[in-house]
């Protein structure tokens, strides 16, 4: 066109769809285009806009770019290009077999290159199919494919339908053809030659066809679906063999598949089933990280019935699903439990790996009764010597807390300091002397005691809940801070008003944590009685347990708690010297304890009743409890053994 509009040159698509004169205005063919027209002599630059546009197949809402070219200077020379872009008719659109081409294999499907999604690219793919190839397509992918731990299946193999589309929305063929399906074609049908060969079939069905496929089938829609209509398979294959297929439909009112149109289908398979391939590899090892992790994470948590619990683990986004981050409550004998949260560093299978390891040292090493200074101090000669092959780091928080006498031990290495909440009081962080993380070392791990008031919470989690690369870590603590300080009577909400704002964050490390609300057990529920250092000591324990139990209506186990008490006792009194405390509690069993001044450490011997510091009687204690064990005290020691309550 000229600068005044007047059309001077067009191609043969322009004459035969427009009906377009030469000298005839831009504007009295294509009604609207005067004004974007003058805009692009004016300014210069390119212009693309909507128009309605009249053609010999009715109206259509065309794109309409105008660029204008350099010849713009000379007033009777050409001054605009105008590009028009029609949709095909609906009967013509699968004529032209370049525009086939085009469509189908270079405009739509780069698109899905970069979907790892396997249901979200099943999806695209039929949505490229159609409308560009055939009016219905499906795409079905083997159940062995899909799930390595399927066994190959005798005869023709079932299949599990991802996606259906169409071009008119007709609400039959989803009836007749429902996406997630499992389906198995009948022996001689075009599916399970497909299946067998391995090749594109291409069928006509006629109306004798299509009736005898549904029968056979046992669908009785699907003769007025696939009546006249032409059937195109294209598998889908991979080194390993065939994963599935597509199943392309035209219905009458379009030419039929012909050997052309199998080409083009067949190289738009082979491209597809490279997408499917690393979508579907993608998805299994991503399920697999996912299952490692969620092992290696604790599916229960222990504690006393008066240590209300939440935990939280959160991925670090899509991308990054599986960490090294982790939280445990492990319950110990004498109404404590040990809460721990740590973070190896790195992420991926190999640091959830490590993380295992960590879990199952900590689970012994708090089975082993040790203070937090020293379980942590033998985690970290742990990392190192797993650092001799694969070098690791990590940190870990370690607390005890004694619901008896209400104290929590603390220890860290390397770890963001726990968060103390008491009712009534702003929160606190508190102040645990540093160590190095786990596996660097060279510093020794220092514990702390602290007493905490009934209702108080305590707040264990790891840096990807303060840390951000956009901010100050401060900002994170003053948050994390601000939500406790406000408060929150339920756990669950307060577990999500901490996560807000860091819950769609994809520049954050992965998160764990856990939140305790800590009570004392009731008094009535445990009772302490210094004895003497002297052979009646064991006479006066008997008598004082079968008192306890009398009133906490434990008779039943009288017989055995005196025995088991009067053991312990002599024990004490014969080896260790010094003042000898009984205790008794009642939480979730009967836990006896003998505390004394001697450090040294029983041992009970196979075929012989001694121990390393010459005690006697653990053979008896061994027997008659349902565990027992010894822990270190600041005093010294306390020997302990648990009954479990009569039903």
């Known amino acids: 066109m000229d600068s005044s509009g007047k059309v001077l040159q067009f191609d043969r698509n322009a004459a035969a769809v427009l009906r377009i004169e030469p000298g005839v205005p831009l504007d009295e063919v294509i009604a609207g285009a005067g004004a974007p027209l003058c805009e692009t002599v004016r300014s210069g630059r390119e212009r693309t806009v909507m128009l309605s546009v009249e053609t010999s197949g009715g109206a259509h809402e065309a794109v309409v770019t105008l660029h204008p070219l350099s010849a713009a200077a000379d007033p009777d020379g050409v001054a605009v290009l105008a590009l028009v872009r029609v949709p095909v008719p609906h009967a013509e659109r699968f004529v032209d077999p370049a525009l086939v081409r085009r469509a189908l294999l270079d405009d739509a499907l780069p698109r899905l290159g970069s979907t790892l999604d396997l249901d979200l690219l099943a999806r695209g793919l039929v949505e490229v199919a159609v409308p560009h190839l055939c009016n219905v397509a499906s795409l079905l992918l083997l159940e062995s494919a899909l799930d390595p731990e399927e066994p190959p299946a005798a005869g023709v193999a079932p299949m599990r339908r991802m996606a259906l589309a169409t071009d008119d929305g007709d609400s039959a063929w989803d009836a007749a053809f429902p996406t997630g399906e499992a389906v198995v074609y009948p022996d001689d049908s075009p599916y399970a030659r497909c299946l067998a060969t391995g090749e594109p079939v291409r069928v006509t069905l006629d109306a004798e066809s299509a009736v ?86 604790p599916t229960d948590l222990s504690a006393p019935a008066t240590v209300e619990l939440r935990h939280r683990y959160l991925p670090g986004g899509r991308l990054i699903e599986v960490g090294g981050d982790w939280y445990e409550a492990i319950a110990l004998p004498g109404a404590r439990v040990a809460l721990v949260v740590g973070d190896v560093a790195g992420h991926g299978v190999r640091a959830a790996v490590t993380m295992g390891r960590l879990r199952t040292a900590i689970q012994t090493l708090a089975a082993l009764d040790l203070p937090p200074a020293e379980a942590l101090e033998r985690l970290d000669a742990l990392m190192r010597t797993l650092g001799e092959r694969e070098p690791h780091f990590a940190t870990c928080a370690y607390v005890v807390y004694d619901a008896v006498s209400g104290r929590c031990e603390v220890a860290s290495a390397g770890h963001p300091p726990p968060l103390l909440a008491a009712p009534g009081s702003p929160a606190a962080y508190l102040d645990v002397p540093p160590a190095p993380p786990l596996g660097i070392g060279d510093g020794p791990v220092v514990s702390r005691e602290f007493p905490v008031a009934d209702g108080t919470l305590l707040f264990l989690y790891t840096d990807g809940l303060v840390e951000h690369r956009a901010r100050d870590i401060d900002v994170g603590f003053d948050r994390l801070r601000a939500v406790f300080d406000r408060g929150a009577g339920d756990l669950d909400e ?51 347990v079968r008192e306890r139990l009398r009133r906490w209506g434990l008779g039943a186990l009288a017989d055995t708690a005196v025995l088991l008490a009067s053991e312990l006792v002599t024990n004490a009194y014969r080896h260790a010297g010094g003042p000898i405390t009984l205790r008794l509690i009642r939480e979730g069993g009967l836990v006896l304890e003998v505390f004394d001044s001697y450090d040294g450490q029983p041992r009970v011997r196979a075929g012989e009743d001694v121990c390393a510091d010459g005690g006697r009687g653990l053979q008896v204690v061994a027997r008659l409890s349902r565990r027992w064990g010894v822990r270190c005290t600041p005093g010294g020691k306390a020997v302990w053994c648990e009954l479990p309550l009569p039903r």
């Open 212 to 297: 005898r496929l549904a029968a056979e089938w046992r669908r009785p829609p699907v003769a007025d679906l696939f009546k006249g209509a032409s059937l195109l398979l294209l598998p889908i294959t991979e080194a390993g063999g065939l994963l599935g297929f597509f199943v392309c439909v035209r219905t009458p009112a379009h030419r039929p598949f012909d050997a052309y149109d199998v080409e083009v289908g067949m190289e738009f398979a082979s491209r597809a089933a490279i997408l499917v391939e690393c979508a579907h590899r993608y998805g299994r090892e991503r399920a697999t990280a996912l299952t490692l992790q969620r092992s290696l994470l």
């Open 494 to 544: 307060l577990c999500r008003e901490t996560l807000d704002g860091v819950f769609d964050d994809h520049q954050r490390d992965d998160i764990a944590m856990l939140l305790a609300r800590l009570h004392r057990i009731p008094e009535e529920d445990h009772v302490a009685f210094a004895l003497p250092a002297e052979p009646a000591a064991a006479r006066r324990a008997r008598g004082l």
